[in-house]
């Protein structure tokens, strides 16, 4: 299993709501495709930021084309961020995610893959 770590700035800073992780765990699930991987997510959200940890399952090394763990929580992630009014009405796109004018989005969420076994 893959663990990978994202965070999703604010668009602007607030105290964090109740239930908001819930939601947003709510609507990774919504948009998640078995292609992810996506096992399990869990969300803790701050005054700047939401932070996810991803748990996505380990996809063999047979084919060195496969995206791996860091670019599918990123394809998620955008998904979502272009999907849900939740996710793009108060948070920063996530890296990479197009801008509505089809540029790429700047100062936006963070990707880190966190590898166990």
């Keep these: 299993m893959d663990i990978v770590y994202a965070s999703l ?3 602007r800073p607030e105290p964090a709501r109740a239930g908001e992780a819930a939601e947003v765990v709510g609507a990774l699930w919504a948009h ?3 292609v ?9 959200s701050e005054d700047d930021r ?4 991803l748990y996505l399952l380990t996809r063999t090394p047979s084919d060195p084309e496969a995206p791996g763990a860091v670019q599918r ?9 272009r999907a849900s009014p939740l996710l793009h009405g108060r948070y920063l796109a996530p890296d990479g995610c197009p801008a509505p004018d089809g540029g790429a ?3 936006t969420a963070t ?3 966190d590898r166990s076994g």
């Design 9 to 11: 700035k604010r668009r």
């Design 32 to 34: 998640a495709r078995p």
């Design 36 to 44: 992810d991987g996506l096992e399990h997510a869990s969300a803790r």
């Design 50 to 53: 939401i932070d996810l940890l």
């Design 73 to 81: 929580a990123g394809a998620l992630l955008a998904r979502c961020h």
């Design 105 to 107: 989005a700047d100062d």
């Design 111 to 113: 990707v880190r893959d």
